[in-house]
């Protein structure tokens, strides 16, 4: 009998990120919910990926999305970071909520802007609330390859939040997209990979990267805790 895989919301689902993470985590067998603030766009963006790959994927508001889901992720602009838990604060009480915001203060995106909490996903962790488990990912990834299957994306993952069996959990989704998790730590350690991004969107512009990543480098001899 085939595991049982959770179902996954992406809130922000019809942008390049979010819609990245869901093409591959359908690909991977993964039932997915598409969030967004209208539901006729999630809808179209979840029959694009439908009509591209099949597999058990579809649309529906933010608050639906995260009230179905068992684990949440959350893939919006900055800006919109905390109307958008403040929409589902609710609906994710007792879940895993996946935190990829990072925060950007436009024009000057490569230059590093920390909120008064010392990162967003520790924001996330302090407004949610103890009984969701906030984990911080995904910060470093390039959304431009995602969709291209057969692309190796080079970039691992740094992996942050309070509690290891959600931080497990989420390291999951990492390899089932074909990247590589690394436990990172508590949430007040989101901030480095939130820092980095603006340091990596320099390094594109100044050595026209398209998509620059990071690699952690040496040989584990333990068990990942």
Known sequence: MAEERPTIAVLGGTGDLGSGLAYRWVSAGYPVILGSRSEERAEA????????????ISGRGNKAAAATADIVVLTVPYANQ??????????????ILVDVTVPLSPPKVARVNLPPEGSAGKAAQLFLGEDVRVVSAFQNVAAAHLRDLQHVIDC?????????????????????????GWHAGPIDNAVVAEALTSVLIHMNRRYKIAGAGIRVTGDSKAESK
Request: no cysteine; aromatic share 0%.
């Open 156 to 180: 691992d993952v740094l992996v942050s939040g309070d509690d290891p069996a959600a931080r497990e959990a989420v390291i999951e989704l990492v390899e089932a997209a074909n990247m590589h």
């Open 82 to 95: 905390r109307p958008s838990l403040e929409e589902v604060k609710g609906e994710v009480q007792g879940k």
């Open 45 to 56: 963006a979840a029959a694009e990926i439908r009509s591209a790959i099949g597999g058990n």
